[in-house]
């Protein structure tokens, strides 16, 4: 892949194709809540980043990378380090292959492992179906870590995570996205499916990061 260079960043939706382009799993684990993130709201997220100024030139963590949708297009759009975190060795490895040539630090840990400060934090977390509050290591190490937050979180727990983000920071991007999940696990009884979901941005004030 050539470099992209300053200013020559793909549209939104080149970069939607660019995504569907990537290697995905094979196989997921539900116990971790992996699905594929549609590379419609994938894009769609990385762009609001970036025309909020949070994208280019900047160092971004994307947590719980998966194989790495929003790390790549993170990079793509001009971040200037993207840190990629997560628990399951295939994923990261997956993410690896991605993501080659491009300015992005893989790291196989847990969420809670990661100890950067980054000026964006990118994530789609697991959305709690299966644990309860799976997503709390996520948005507390997100706001420990990150001085801006994009997110995007289960319809259901709006209420549980915007109390949370309001009182750690300025939301100042609400969206509702629809994520298209296909049957990737035995329970599925549909081909595919939407699930409605919430992609939420904000500023986190600096009393509430934890010191170094």
Do not use: W
Request: net charge neutral; proline share 4%.
């Amino acid at each position: 892949m050539s470099k992209i260079t300053n200013k020559e960043y793909p549209s939104r939706k080149k970069l939607e194709m660019m995504i569907q382009g990537l290697s995905y799993p094979t196989s997921y684990n539900n116990d971790l809540e992996q699905y594929l993130t549609d590379p419609h709201v994938a894009s769609m997220l990385i762009y609001q980043a970036y025309q909020y100024g949070d994208i280019e030139g900047k160092t971004v963590a994307d947590l719980g990378c998966g194989n790495g949708v929003l790390a790549y297009a993170a990079a793509i759009m001009g971040a200037k380090h993207v840190f990629a975190i997560d628990s399951d060795l295939e994923m990261t490895r997956l993410c690896e292959i991605n993501c080659m040539r491009l300015p992005i630090s893989i790291l196989n840990a847990e969420v809670t492992e990661f100890n950067l400060k980054v000026d964006t934090v990118i994530m789609n977390p697991p959305f709690g179906s299966v644990r309860k509050h799976a997503d709390l290591p996520f948005i507390e190490t997100a706001a420990t870590y990150g001085s801006t937050i994009y997110a995007i979180h289960n319809m259901k727990t709006r209420e549980y995570v915007e109390k949370y983000y309001k009182a750690i920071g300025d939301v100042f991007l609400r969206a509702k996205v629809l994520i298209s999940v296909p049957r990737i696990y035995s329970h599925h009884r549909e081909e595919a499916r939407e699930i409605e979901a919430i992609m939420l941005a904000l500023r986190v004030k600096d009393q509430a990061k934890k010191p170094n």
